[in-house]
């Protein structure tokens, strides 16, 4: 059997120190960025609908905090391990991605939605776009690119009624892993915890035909 080249990308913080945005959420305890769940008792709407506006709460404060403050910082002025300082930030990213009954359900429109947030405050950001075939192999190679520019990579998969646990949900991809054997796993944050993904079953997740879709985006 041949062997497959081992690849390791991963954000410059989940790298050193397996974190990602860390909120403070009380006794000593960080999560590993924002949670639709600190939503429900205050808005059950929001906690429904808001795993794409979580997705872009958590991008826009690494890319303001970590990547590069000097170019992004307006993109989040608050303090990164507030709860109230990110769940402000969180209601914020909501109002601009305005997600419908079902959800924000278009990446074309989840990419739009944070470019009109940070042209609002004055900040260059446009997503990256890729029209190659939707492979994986391909799909790998977006999401290396965007890690490899310490950039954290929003995905939306749209399978429903299968046994994927993260179906019709927005994650955010922090870390990607492959073996010599061609295992593949990426690293995300969901629901304020670090989960490890088999990749193949995500980018499967995505296109299996039980699903309405999904993708891939990062921005710079």
Same mark, same amino acid.
């Given at each position: 059997m041949a062997t497959a080249a081992k690849e390791d990308y991963a954000l410059t913080v989940e790298a050193s120190q397996q974190?990602?945005?860390?909120?403070?959420?009380?006794?000593? &305890?960080?999560?590993?960025?924002?949670?639709?769940?600190?939503?429900?008792?205050?808005?059950p709407t929001k906690y429904d609908r808001g795993c794409g506006p979580v997705a872009a709460a958590n991008l826009t404060t690494y890319l303001a905090k970590i990547t590069n403050p000097s170019a992004y910082r307006n993109l989040y002025s608050g303090v990164a391990t507030s709860k109230n300082d990110f769940m402000a930030h969180m209601d914020v990213m909501y109002s601009y991605i305005d997600?419908?009954?079902?959800?924000? &359900?278009?990446?074309?429109?989840?990419?739009?939605?944070?470019?009109k947030y940070a042209k609002d405050k004055n900040v260059k950001l446009s997503g990256v776009r890729d029209n190659s075939a939707f492979t994986l192999d391909n799909t790998a190679a977006y999401i290396k690119k965007g890690l490899s520019l310490n950039s954290p990579v929003a995905t939306l998969n749209l399978s429903k009624f299968t046994d994927y646990i993260y179906e019709w949900h927005w994650m955010t991809i922090t870390k990607y892993y492959r073996d010599i054997?061609?295992?593949r796993w990426i690293a995300v944050s969901t629901w304020g915890d670090r989960r490890s993904i088999n990749y193949r079953t995500?980018?499967?997740?995505? &296109?299996?035909?039980?699903?309405?879709?999904?993708?891939?985006m990062y921005f710079k």
């Open positions: 974190r990602f945005v860390p909120v403070d959420i009380g006794s000593g &305890t960080y999560s590993y960025g924002g949670d639709q769940e600190w939503w429900k008792p205050i808005n997600p419908g009954a079902f959800g924000e &359900t278009s990446v074309p429109d989840f990419a739009s939605s944070i470019e054997n061609d295992n995500h980018f499967e997740a995505i &296109t299996r035909l039980q699903s309405f879709g999904g993708g891939f």
